[in-house]
């Protein structure tokens, strides 16, 4: 079974300065990808960043990226400079086919 | 464009009862599913649709049903409510099956079955 374990139940960072959020993974497959989702108090789910596993380089979006160790099966985010409405859930998730397998979350807090 | 809409955003079941909760998507995308996202935990699918009349089971179907008979739209089903099925239920829809790619979620709906 494919599986996504977030080990940071909470975290929080002062404003401006960089925080790092960890992501672990297991299967068998070669081809998948790996994303990173925020949920704020909204709800609303919103992808923040995508990896193919393919790729060798990391993805990088703005404030956001992601360091991918494919033997490690670790698929940490970086937000860097971060701002209050970074407060939210964090999802890492796993994708093959079609399906997101997602990780239990971390919960992050931006202090001003 | 909308997006994905939900509705209702909050609804309160008995035991017993049942309730279709509404999804809808503007965005001509053939592909939609249910996840349901428990207390502290991550989203898992319940149901998907790859077009209209075409429906399947994800994870957690027990207790669901689904139909689509258009390609915009994509109801959930609870017949029996039971307390296991409280829970925020979210839509998503994307525009091919194809491997990574983005899924837009919904709102999400809040049920809570007492």
């Known amino acids: 079974a494919q599986t996504v374990t977030q080990s940071q139940p909470e975290m929080s960072v002062q404003e401006a300065e960089t925080v790092t959020l960890s992501c672990t993974y297991d299967t068998s497959e070669n081809n998948y990808y790996l994303f990173w989702y925020k949920q704020p108090p909204s709800r609303q789910m919103i992808l923040v960043i995508r990896?193919?596993?393919?790729?060798?380089q990391n993805a990088t979006e703005n404030r956001f990226s992601v360091n991918f160790q494919k033997a490690a099966k670790s698929f940490s985010l970086k937000i860097s400079d971060s701002q209050l409405g970074d407060t939210a859930m964090y999802f890492c998730a796993f994708m093959t086919s079609f399906e997101l397998i997602f990780g239990q979350g971390t919960e992050l807090s931006v202090k001003p | 464009n909308a997006g994905v809409t939900q509705t209702p955003k909050f609804r309160i079941l008995k035991i017993g009862q049942s309730m279709t909760l509404q999804c809808a998507q503007d965005m001509n995308h053939n592909y939609m599913y249910w996840y349901r996202q428990d207390p502290g935990m991550g989203l898992k699918l319940i149901y998907y649709s790859v077009g209209a009349g075409i429906t399947d089971k994800g994870e957690v179907p027990n207790g669901y049903n689904v139909s689509r008979s258009t390609t915009e739209d994509f109801p959930l089903r609870l017949e029996l409510a039971a307390p296991s099925q409280t829970s925020v239920y979210f839509c998503a829809s994307s525009y091919s099956f194809a491997q990574g790619n983005e899924q837009f979620f919904g709102p999400g709906t809040r049920l809570t079955v007492l």
């Open positions: 990896q193919e596993a393919y790729k060798q």
